[in-house]
């Protein structure tokens, strides 16, 4: 058995986590030795009851190593522990970091140098427009887009840094067999095609209420900073905020409308010390001064206003908007392309200010548009 196979089998264990899995492997010495240890042994270890020392002992009875790598295997999935130099640093050094992280898709080292973009599930326009916007800026700009998949303001900083040709990273809280949302299916295709999505749990186990504030933890401690798009007063994004603060992190929030109950939480955490965004600018300019050896990329202007060359699916689809209001779905119909490329081109044409979205899906040109 490899140290990494032994990392998954207690990772596999239910009874413990994390920090239990590294208490027991400091004082046997290594993963393979935990294994190996019998429930006596076990049970003589400080904070070790003795339920917990026979479940331990008896991993190979409730726990179906082989079968999990061959799903690994079949999937193409790959494994990333705390010793691989892949592995987010900052994460590395949270108090209960994951134990080994399950990869789909691909990291780079450049991913150490990422900003988390949470918010609402039910977002309003106003909050999905200010995720694209600044979500494109920071990937633009050279810098990890990381988020949750979920819907709402998530799906639209995932699909905005793919816009803009950047990197994303999705950390779900369910197995990555078990996809949640499952709508979000494609999106994650496309995510793990120039990205990665990745989970710490079993691949077919199944999200419940308790797995998606714990990948939260993960979403806070990998980031160098953490924005808050959009968020009520009791959300899970409040949740991943105050677990950034917990691990030192720099929190960013969008301020609101304060008579809109969906901007509630962003206007609390800016009064408590949040710094307030209005632009991409404004969190690369702060991580600036924090973090070394910025990319030139970093420096590029990221609100520009003036029309960049347009590619041909970009031509294509403004040549499809018939009207002064079109539904997406004409647009896919009409332009004869992907949804995905339609999806694309309309974040990309959003930035260049030639595309505003409006609410049901539906889109206009500026130059169309009454009073743009």
């Avoid at 429930?39 to 026979?54: H, K, Y």
């Avoid at 008896?58 to 990333?80: C, M, N, S, Y």
């Avoid at 105050?242 to 720099?250: L, M, P, S």
Wanted: with cysteine; hydrophobic share 45%; aromatic share 4%.
């Amino acid at each position: 058995m490899t140290r990494t196979e032994a990392l998954l089998a207690l990772n596999l264990i239910p009874q413990i986590g994390p920090l239990r899995a590294r208490r027991l492997i400091a004082a046997c010495g290594s993963p393979e030795q935990v294994l190996a240890a019998s429930a006596a042994d076990l049970a003589g270890l400080e904070g070790v009851s003795p339920a917990l020392a026979q479940a331990v002992a008896g991993w190979q009875a409730h726990t179906d190593l082989e079968g999990e790598l061959a799903k690994i295997q079949e999937r193409g999935l790959t494994l990333l522990t705390g010793d691989d130099p892949l592995y987010p640093p900052l994460l590395r050094g949270i108090h209960d970091a994951p134990l080994l992280l399950y990869v789909w898709g691909r990291l780079e080292s450049r991913d150490h140098r990422a900003i988390g973009v949470v918010g609402s599930r039910r977002a309003t326009l106003y909050g999905l427009n200010a995720a694209k916007r600044l979500s494109y800026q920071i990937a633009y700009a050279g810098y990890t887009v990381i988020s949750g998949l979920a819907r709402g303001i998530d799906t639209a900083a995932h699909e905005a840094a793919l816009a803009a040709q950047g990197r994303t990273i999705a950390v779900i809280g369910s197995g990555l067999g078990r996809l949640y949302p499952p709508e979000n299916q494609a999106l994650a295709e496309r995510i793990a095609a120039n990205g990665a999505v990745l989970s710490e749990y079993a691949v077919e186990r199944i999200a419940d209420k308790q797995t998606f504030p714990y990948r939260n933890r993960v979403v806070a401690g990998w980031c160098s900073g953490l924005l808050v798009a959009e968020a009520p007063e009791r959300s899970g994004a409040l949740i991943t905020a105050q677990q950034a603060v917990e691990q030192g992190r720099t929190v960013y929030a969008v301020p609101g409308p304060i008579d809109k109950p969906g901007s509630a939480g962003c206007n609390r955490l800016i009064q408590q010390g949040a710094k307030l965004v209005m632009d991409g600018a404004d969190i690369l300019e702060d991580l600036g001064s924090l973090l070394p050896d910025p990319t030139p990329r970093a420096t590029t202007p990221v609100a520009s206003t003036a029309p960049a060359t347009l590619s041909l699916d970009e031509q294509i689809l403004l040549a499809a908007f018939s009207g002064t209001e079109v539904h997406i779905d004409s647009l896919i119909r009409d332009s004869g392309l992907t949804a995905a490329t339609v999806n694309v081109c309309l974040m990309r044409l959003e930035m260049k200010r030639l595309v505003r979205p409006l609410p049901g899906r539906y889109y206009t040109r500026y130059d169309t548009a009454s009073g743009a």
